[in-house]
């Protein structure tokens, strides 16, 4: 029996605190205890403190009307956890007000405080009140309370009982009040749970009941639940309850206390049957607001009036009842989870049944007619059903928890845990977010302690949870007869399988409301005084009177007198039994095969294991792949564990090293792909077997399974040790249990102790449950003695397990891992200068070790162990083991620790020394005659890099790395089984590789292994070998592979590259000059650095006064510096040529003469006409024969007749590298095509020098152009003179030139009288500038004279000369008199080149898996490399060049960069389109020979082949790989052009970069002629080396000479020593290979004299050559032909009628599947052979063919078929030469149209196609106006005429006509150059003139020093660009800002600049992407003004 109510307290207004000063300071004015009753506090129950906080929860507060009594209930948690209500009846009485202080006083504090009571009071009342600030009222009411505090949730009776006392005190009825408060206190006794019916009075006439719910766990609700889901919804309702689960803050606010504490209460009885065990303040007070935020979770309420006071809650859930709002926060971490899938949607369904039972039907037409039901149902009754589908979704969502429990203590007192992993994985929730944080909450942790004893009280709960299994059972199979005897809609099972559910919720429901049935039904009629209506408004009403509190205490002392035989009342309805067990999970190791896993792969798992332990490791092999997929799923790696544990018997399982190899490799495919807690069952299954399986290494060294299993996480997890150690804790306590009971059945005890039990073996639950239900009765002696045992378990299993953990966490390398990585980095660094001996070396670091080693050991023991002592802390304090225990388990750890640590040294040491299994044989590759190993093997596997082919099933491979002295090769086979008989090679050759990378962590999945060290090389023969070294491949071996890579890579010598060293003749040599190495001391580097300064300022170099040998073709050079580099390479290897600039130069014999002449391409010069004898105007010169007039230009030249060698030398100076524009190839309509360098230009400081200054000394001067111009001139009178082009010339073609550049009319006079000194400077340097016009316009005789004004606008003149040049170079004006003309172009120089190469190559090997989702696939990498519009690019310049030189019959002079890479591409590409000697195999010859070589393209420079690029950062460039890719797009578009095929070009691609031939290894032919190659190709006539060549001897038939045909260098101090080889030309090799094999000719080849080829050039029409992404990995590049034509017959016998199987990427297609001339050619050799005749050669066979001759089908041409392919090759030269003129004004008028849609409701012409524009459907230019169609947007020049140049801007020529097409073509040209402006703008040099913007003086600060210096800045809106410059008066910029990539322009705080005050408003940042420059002006405006300019640029 308990009281009613513990104690009754009245609460007044405290008048004295609301007196004191402090409250004037803004105090919160409180209530006081009037009384309280008992005055002494209960022994079991002590009084709470603070209750007159929670009695008035908005304040005590004063009003100035009375307040209708109310009544509400608080709820309070002592420190013990335990509710006290504390039932409080507020009403208010009145307050007699006595001033005590001024007047002033009084408005200041009363009145003031009147406000806002008064506010509060209306919030209360509901009444909006005003009140004034003068008012002053006498009379005020203060609040009172009347409350009761009880331990029992009675709120009905609480309001009962104080509403009686009310009434007596109201009506003043003739009740003592001391007896009715006596009475509750002391006289009324309720019984527990589960007891009979109190009826009792209080004394004031009443007669009231009282009904103690059923069940003391099953918590009362009323109809709590159904009013929170009628506020709040289902979903809100779900959600709020998933949120209490998952441990968040909840906070309700509502205007009603009675809501706040019902909703609260209900909340907290949905979780049943769990019990909330946070915070819980249904009703909190104003004043204690700042609970709000405590770190705990809560369950909170407060007033809605305070809502504005919480703001501030970023963690807390608000839920607004009055509005059913439920707000989560945005940033709560983590989220709210939810329910799993199924569950959620289910309760939902069950919910909307229970609430809307008619929503099912509310839209069928014709309802099902139900009846009515007798009796409506009640709140109280919907609230017990909607109750039920929360305990039904518990019971549900923790089936089997029973079987997860773990019992680790009965005795003295029972200890249970839970296993959580366990518990997921056996249900399958391993992903349920929602679970895993209820099972980690702590109110679950008080379920199992409560519910978890198995011999205890259940409930209604525990019922359900016992019978749910079967019930969800039957409703399935209930559903299941539903889904097959009728075919219905999905909502209509669902609405099925729903009715099947609510019979049983509702009987349920039943369950519930009968708990609490009493409050609602009773016989018993209760009578309750009741005050009248309006009683509290009278006007007399007294006070509250005085209770007496002796009588009171002996009223509370007669009752508990009178009751005192009834305190020991007892319920016998919930009496103790075992708990049913429910659904049992399955155990760890019981699982039955799923879908997933059928019972054959099963089978295939258990077979594999078998066949391990039966040594039969290639059948166990076999099966490998099929057993590592099924372990991906979990039964099959439980299967696993529980077949491995069936092979062991006893302590210890030695297995050989095989068998060890596969079992650890199934364990740690087991434990890696176990994911979240489901690895806690597979690794406490391998745990036992870890510590049995084992290998012998060697006499008493043995290796257990644990060591090769330590890296998985899991064995770092603490919960994983203690879930483990509990687990097996139980297995222990329950083994102790049952020795007893069969020591008892042996003694025949008749009272047995599991007597209960069923016959099989009994869980350790029903032991606790039989044992708990026996303790009564067990003896004292017999308990401790039980609880002895049990604790001496616990301690023996505690170190059972710290061994376990010591032997899983210390790593099998714990004494030398630390000591073996820092030793070579130690070695390498600080030792290298101490000793350069190995053995010093190794003695010194292994001292210097010593130490280290130890303490690492002693750190990771340290740490072990510390881990370990948490252990043994944690599971020793919870399963109660004695502290002396503890004691010894501490200090038992380190030795263990340190023991373990001591035995692993020897095993480690065995392991690494002890062979590992079997590994694949070393295959060693096929090498080429002189090549040769340089080093050892390193066993590695290749890995895949992300390349999309069909090869990916075939890699990774396993094999080995080889360098042999010419190639890097990798040779092994796949590591797929199924491909593992295949050959996998990839390899390059060494002089390609690009980049060499360390790379580490390589995962090998078929391994399911991790290598640490690995390789990535990249070559230019776009190859990848991305390589993962086997363990056993030290990191020595690894960096002695990488240096001698790297000294092979850059040789010391040329003569050192494998071309030299393996075959060719040998002949005496010179040795390699020992050079200094570059700047190998301080002085050398500065005095380099000064000289290289002066040259570039313009100085002289001081005239040599030593004596030297002058030849008669030497002309002494002066100061002429040799620029022979192009700018971006100026600085890698000018030295060179410095060295050699002053060298002797060399004597020459007529012998030497004469074979210089019998070059090959001298005798093209001679078949092209260029010889004296064909006297066509020129002459072959020998002005070159000692290279003094170019050092990169061939020996013979060609020259006019009209110029003399002398004149010739003279004109170098005036080109870049003295590379002189000459003829080397003529048409046959006399159109020449000239190539060479730019000229000569110096910097923009040297230009304005020469032009202001008048320095005469300096060799550009005005006085010697007459000899450059006189060169010109005499190359244009050897041109046909050409007639005017007449309109009419193409008939029917609006691409006339005159169409089109007729509107070019006069306007470069205009330009030229406006250019800045620099541009008037700069005109002086091109073929026909007016040279003497300077800033007049004068003209000086003997120069070309220009003069535009006589052009006409409608009429053009053909020119015979077109000079195609850089942008960088001025623009010069149309010569009518010469008829020469200089057009600007672009073209991909090696600046672009070189990037769009690396991006090619990673995009075609991009070494890592790419992924399409990220905008990264192949397509898109290639798109972006830009390579195919560069490749477009050159084909269009050549094919402009050829439209010129065959369709105008007009001369190309291409003088673009240094002469050497472009202009070499546009000339090839243009001669072989022209002239179809060039595609034959000897003209191709002829013309690289003579283009390239002879020309002199800087192979070695652009190949980084140079040995003193060794230690440069040189990057590759393509230029010659471009060139072939073009060619190779020429045979795709004409496949029977050419003579050689595709394998040709890619033969010569790979091997350009591979130094196998000596072709490609020099610069020039003057590095060839040093080094005796020349010589010696001119001794014996390259054309015939093929007959004089052995493979790799002397020749047989050499004269006397021959052995000494190097002649001697008088310039070079080289001697005379041992032979060197002089290699093979690659062209010489090819032509034997021809001889021999087809290999390289092309069958389609039909030679036309007369076909001159023009390709489409646009990218869409060009393919991605299949050199950069096809590889043969059978037996590695193809192009090595000794090394992959092992046969080169074919055998056709062997062919016909087998099945071959041919891989894409693996195999040879050209071998595999020859063509059917291959074959044919073939079968008749085959045939010659077997009628015993000597086979013929191939070629005479061919050669032989008569073709047999077929009548042309008579066509007649029309003259559109005649232009018909020409037409676009026309349009794009125009395009070229249109964009050319449109240069001159378009850097005027660059800036893009600002468009917006306009409605155009009168006709108006488009200014970009002049065509109606008429209709919404326009755009206007919001700056300048202009109209335009939708589609011309796109399409118009950007000349938005809003923003121009400031100085004298000249417009620009109309382009818009109607006439014809032309006005598409200069719009195309027009856009051309929109799309590339940012390259037109680098193109342009500074100007000073013009587009300037905005300009003045700044202070910048630097980037590095934080300096502020002052600058010049001026922005150009026209280039987009804000420059800098020292000073006003320069013109080179000190540094460009790009506005493109400026992101903000803002103000910025000041700085300190130097020691004078700063306007603080003149600062001002400029962000860009890179940097963030600052700024500083002067004043504010300035800054302002600047700020604004720069904004304006940006928009």
């Known amino acids: 029996m308990s009281r009613l109510a513990d104690y009754f307290v009245i609460v007044g207004y405290d008048n004295d605190k609301e007196k004191t000063a402090s409250n004037v300071c803004g105090q919160p004015i409180c209530g006081k205890i009037v009384q309280r009753f008992p005055e002494k506090d209960w022994p079991d129950t002590p009084f709470i403190d603070g209750i007159e906080w929670f009695c008035q929860p908005l304040g005590w507060n004063l009003s100035y009307e009375k307040q209708e009594p109310k009544f509400f209930i608080s709820v309070l948690t002592d420190i013990d956890a335990n509710k006290h209500y504390c039932a409080c009846l507020s009403f208010h009485e009145t307050l007699a007000i006595t001033q005590t202080r001024s007047v002033d006083d009084e408005d200041e504090t009363i009145g003031g405080s009147s406000r806002l009571l008064g506010a509060v009071a209306s919030l209360e009342s509901g009444i909006a009140e005003t009140t004034s600030q003068n008012t002053h009222h006498s009379v005020m009411y203060a609040p009172k309370c009347l409350v009761l505090i009880s331990r029992l949730d009675c709120a009905e009776t609480f309001k009962n009982c104080l509403g009686t006392m009310y009434t007596v005190y109201i009506e003043n009825l003739s009740y003592a009040m001391e007896t009715l408060i006596g009475n509750i206190l002391g006289c009324i006794q309720v019984p527990p749970a589960g007891g009979p019916q109190v009826r009792f009075s209080i004394g004031a006439g009443d007669k009231q009941s009282l009904q103690p719910p059923q069940s003391s766990s099953l918590p009362t609700t009323g109809s709590g639940v159904h009013f929170l889901f009628k506020q709040l919804g289902i979903k809100n309702v779900l959600i709020l309850l998933c949120a209490v689960m998952t441990e968040n803050k909840i906070l309700f606010l509502s205007k009603c206390y009675w809501h706040l504490t019902e909703s609260c209460k209900a909340l907290v009885a949905l979780m049943y049957p769990f019990r909330y065990t946070h915070v819980y303040i249904p009703i909190l007070p104003a004043p204690l607001t700042e609970v709000l935020s405590t770190p705990t979770p809560f369950i909170m309420g407060i007033h809605s009036s ?27 971490t983590p989220p709210v989870p939810i329910l799993p899938s199924p569950l959620w949607e289910q309760t939902q369904n069950l919910l909307s049944m229970i609430l809307f039972p008619n929503l099912a039907q509310a839209d069928l037409a014709f309802p099902t007619q139900e009846r009515p039901a007798a009796v409506a149902k009640t709140d109280a009754q919907i609230d017990k059903e909607l109750r039920a589908i929360f305990m039904r979704l518990f019971a549900q969502l923790l089936q089997g928890y029973r079987s997860c429990l773990t019992i680790i203590r009965i005795h003295p007192k029972t200890v249970i845990t839970f296993h959580k992993a366990g518990f997921l994985g056996a249900r399958d929730l391993i992903e349920s977010e929602f679970l895993f944080r209820v099972l980690d909450s702590m109110f679950f942790t008080t379920f199992v302690n409560e519910r978890g004893p198995p011999w205890r009280a259940s409930d209604a709960w525990d019922e359900l949870y016992s019978s749910m299994n079967e019930l969800l059972k039957l409703e399935a199979q209930n559903r299941n007869l539903v889904n097959i005897g009728q075919s219905k809609c999905i909502l209509d099972l669902t609405r099925t399988f729903v009715l099947q559910i609510i019979p049983h919720i509702q009987e349920l429901g039943r369950t519930l409301f009968d708990n609490e049935s009493s409050f609602a039904h009773s016989n018993y009629a209760q009578k309750v005084l009741r005050p009248p209506e309006g009683a509290f408004q009278r006007i007399h009403q007294p006070s509250f009177p005085r209770i007496s509190v002796e009588k009171v205490e002996l009223i509370i002392q007669e009752g508990i007198r009178k009751n005192g035989g009834a305190q020991r009342f007892h319920v016998t309805r919930n009496q103790h039994r075992i708990i049913p067990m429910g659904p049992r999970l399955p155990e760890a190791l019981d699982v039955r095969p799923n879908v997933q896993n059928s019972a054959r792969r099963l089978e295939v798992l258990r077979t594999c294991v078998s066949y391990i332990f039966e040594n039969r490791i290639a059948d166990a092999r076999k099966l490998l792949p099929a057993v590592m997929r099924t372990l991906k799923h979990r039964d099959a790696r439980l299967i696993l564990c529980r077949e491995l544990f069936g092979y062991v018997h006893g302590n210890k399982a030695i297995l050989d090293h095989q068998q060890f190899e596969l079992v650890l490799r199934f364990m740690n495919k087991a434990l890696q792909n176990s994911s979240g807690v489901d690895e806690y069952t597979v690794a406490a299954a391998l745990l036992p077997i870890s510590t049995i399986f084992c290998r012998k290494l060697s006499t008493g060294v043995v290796q257990f399974a644990y060591t090769e299993i330590q890296d998985h996480g899991i064995w770092k997890n603490l919960q994983f040790w203690e879930s483990t150690f509990y687990q097996d804790v139980q297995g222990q306590i329950k083994a102790l249990y049952l020795l007893q009971r069969r020591q008892n059945e042996h003694h025949k005890e008749a009272n047995c102790v599991l007597d209960e039990v069923p016959l099989e073996e009994p869980t350790a639950l029903e032991i606790t449950a039989e044992q708990l239900r026996k303790s009564p009765t067990i003896e004292d002696d017999k308990k401790v003695e039980l609880a002895k045992s049990e604790e001496s378990t616990l301690y023996s299993q505690a170190i059972h397990f710290a061994n376990r953990m010591v032997s899983l966490l210390i790593p099998l390398d714990v004494n030398v891992d630390a000591a073996s990585k820092p030793k070579p980095a130690f070695r390498l660094e600080e030792n290298q200068s101490v000793s350069n001996s190995i053995l010093g070396s190794h003695s010194l670091s292994e001292h210097s070790d010593e130490g280290f080693e130890e303490n690492n050991a002693l750190e990771i023991g340290v740490t072990v162990g510390k881990t370990i002592s948490r252990f043994i802390d944690c599971v020793c304090t919870e399963g109660g083991v004695t502290s002396e225990h503890i004691r010894n388990l501490h200090d038992m750890v380190p030795g263990v620790v340190h023991m373990h640590i001591e035995s692993l040294e020897p095993v480690y040491l065995e392991a690494k020394r002890h062979p590992h299994v079997q590994k694949p044989k070393i295959q060693t590759p096929c090498l080429l005659p002189g090549e040769e190993l340089v080093t050892d093997h390193l066993r590695c596997f290749l890995m895949p890099d992300g390349r999309e082919d069909d090869t990916q099933c075939l890699i990774p491979a396993e094999g080995a790395l080889f360098l042999t002295n010419y190639r890097v090769v990798f040779k092994g086979s796949p590591c797929d089984p199924l491909f593992c008989e295949q050959t996998i090679v990839r390899s390059f050759p060494i002089s390609s590789l690009l980049k060499e990378k360390k790379i580490s962590v390589l995962y090998l999945a078929h391994l399911d292994q991790t290598l640490p060290e690995g390789l990535q090389l990249r070559s230019s023969t776009f190859q990848l070998l991305k390589v993962a070294f086997d363990t056993e491949v030290t990191p020595e071996q690894i960096e002695n592979f990488r240096k001698i890579l790297s000294k092979a890579r850059h040789p010391f010598d040329e003569f050192e590259y494998f071309a030299f060293q393996s075959y060719g003749t040998m002949l005496q040599g010179v040795a390699p000059l020992k050079t200094k190495e570059k700047y190998s001391t301080l002085k050398g580097f500065a005095k380099k650095t000064l000289l290289r300064t002066a040259k570039k300022a313009g100085f002289k170099q001081k005239q040599q006064t030593k004596r030297k040998l002058v030849t008669d073709y030497e002309l002494s050079s002066g100061a002429d510096a040799l620029e022979t580099q192009s700018i971006d390479d100026e600085l890698e290897d000018g030295d060179e040529f410095e060295a050699q600039n002053n060298a002797l130069p060399r004597l020459l014999t007529t012998k030497d003469m004469e074979r210089m002449r019998e070059r090959s391409y001298v005798l093209d010069w001679k078949r092209l006409g260029f010889d004296a004898e064909s006297q066509r105007g020129f002459r072959i010169s020998n002005a070159n024969a000692s290279y003094a007039t170019c050092r990169s230009y061939p020996a013979i030249i060609v020259s006019p007749v009209q110029c003399s060698d002398a004149a010739i030398i003279h004109l170098g100076r005036y080109f870049k590298g003295q590379r002189i524009p000459l003829p080397t190839w003529r048409h046959e309509n006399g159109a020449l095509l000239i190539r060479g360098a730019q000229p000569n230009s110096k910097s923009v400081i040297g230009m304005l020098k020469n032009t202001t200054g008048g320095n005469a000394n300096i060799h550009h001067d005005v006085t010697h152009f007459p000899e450059q111009d006189k060169y010109f ?167 402009a060049v050829v439209d010129l030189i065959d369709l105008q019959e007009s001369s190309v002079m291409l003088s673009l960069e240094d002469g050497s890479d472009v202009t070499a591409q546009l000339s090839s590409i243009a001669q072989l389109c022209l002239d179809p000697y060039y595609r034959s195999l000897d003209g191709f010859r ?104 052995g493979v790799g001897g002397i020749a047989s038939n050499g004269s006397d000479d021959e052995c000494n045909v190097y002649p001697l260098d008088i310039r070079s101090p080289r001697t005379p020593t041992q032979l060197n080889r002089i290699g093979h030309s690659i062209f010489d090799y090819i032509e034997r290979q021809h001889n021999k094999t087809p290999v390289f000719y092309n069958f389609l080849y039909s030679p036309d004299k007369d076909m001159t080829l023009r390709p489409q050039n646009n990218v869409a029409a060009l393919d991605l050559w299949s050199y950069y992404t096809n590889e043969e990995l059978a037996q590695g590049p193809p192009y090595d032909l000794e090394v992959t034509t092992v046969d080169d017959e074919i055998d056709l016998s062997e062919m016909r009628g087998k099945r071959m199987v041919i891989t894409a990427g693996y195999d040879n297609m050209e071998k595999c599947n020859p063509n059917a001339y291959v074959c044919l050619l073939s079968e008749v050799k085959h045939a010659e052979t077997e009628r015993g005749h000597l086979p013929q050669n191939w070629l005479q066979v061919w050669n032989n063919l008569v073709v047999p001759k077929i009548e042309p089908i008579p066509h007649k041409a029309s003259l559109g078929s005649i232009f018909v392919q020409t037409h676009q090759h026309k349009r794009s030269t125009l395009e070229i030469i249109m964009k050319g003129r449109l240069a001159g004004y378009q850097d005027k008028y660059f800036h893009p149209h600002r468009f917006e849609k306009h409605p155009y409701t009168t006709p108006t012409n488009c200014n970009h196609c002049t065509k109606l524009l008429w209709g919404p459907v326009g755009y206007r230019c919001m700056d300048c106006g202009n109209s335009y169609h939708e589609k011309c947007t796109e399409l118009s020049m950007k000349n938005c005429t809003k923003y121009k140049a400031i100085d004298g801007a000249v417009g620009a020529p109309n382009v818009n006509m109607s006439q014809g097409d032309t006005a598409s073509i200069a719009s195309s040209a027009a856009t051309t ?91 001002f940042d400029l962000k860009t992407s890179k940097r963030t420059y600052n700024f500083y002006a002067v004043n504010a405006n300035l800054a302002q003004e600047w700020i604004e300019k720069l904004q304006a640029c940006l928009q």
């Open 306 to 332: 305070l809502q504005t006071e919480i703001t501030d809650l970023l963690d807390v859930i608000v839920v607004d009842l009055d509005g059913g709002l439920v707000t989560i926060p945005e940033a709560l």
């Open 1486 to 1589: 002829v013309l690289v020979e003579k283009e390239w070589l002879a020309f002199g393209h800087r192979f070695a420079h652009r190949s980084n082949l140079k040995p003193s690029h060794a230690n440069t950062n040189i990057a590759f460039a393509p230029t010659f790989l471009q060139f072939l890719d073009v060619v190779h797009q020429l045979q795709g578009q004409f496949p029977m052009a050419f003579e050689f095929n595709d394998f040709y070009l890619r033969f010569l691609a790979y091997h350009v970069v591979s130094c196998r031939f000596r072709t490609f290894l020099f610069d020039c032919e003057l590095e060839r002629s040093d080094s005796g190659i020349a010589a010696m190709e001119d001794k014996r006539g390259s054309l015939n080396a093929k007959n004089i060549f």
């Open 1273 to 1439: 001139l005499a190359l244009i009178n050897t041109m046909p003179k050409l007639a005017p082009l007449t309109l009419t010339q193409y008939t029917g073609m609006n691409l006339s030139m005159s169409s089109l550049l007729g509107h070019g009319q006069g306007s470069t006079d205009a330009h030229s009288a406006q250019l800045t000194p620099e541009l008037t400077h700069r005109h002086k340097n091109n073929l026909d500038v007016s040279n003497g016009s300077k800033s007049s316009g004068a003209t000086k005789s003997g120069t070309i004279k220009g003069n535009s004004a006589n052009t006409s606008a409608n009429a053009f003149r053909k020119m015979r000369l077109y000079a195609l040049g850089e942008k960088s170079q001025a623009k010069s004006n149309q010569n009518v008199d010469y008829c020469a003309d200089f057009i600007p172009v672009d073209y991909p120089d090696i600046r672009q080149s070189r990037p769009a190469f690396k991006k090619l190559i990673r995009a075609c090997m991009p070494s890592h898996n790419t992924n399409d989702a990220d905008g990264q696939s192949f397509a898109k990498m290639v798109e972006q490399s830009d390579w195919l519009q560069q490749i477009s690019s050159l084909m269009q310049l050549s094919g």
């Open 1873 to 1963: 150059a929109r799309t590339s402006s940012h390259h037109f703008y680098n193109q342009f040099s500074s100007n000073v003139a013009e587009n300037r913007t905005h300009e003045g003086h700044l202070y910048k600060r630097g980037a590095l020093l934080k300096g502020w210096k002052q600058r010049w800045f001026v922005l150009d809106s026209i280039k987009h660009q804000l420059r800098y410059y020292d000073t006003s008066e320069d013109t080179a910029p000190k540094g460009i800002i790009e506005l493109a990539e400026v992101q903000s322009v803002t103000a910025a705080q000041p700085a300190q600049i130097g020691g004078k005050g700063v306007d603080e408003k003149g600062f």
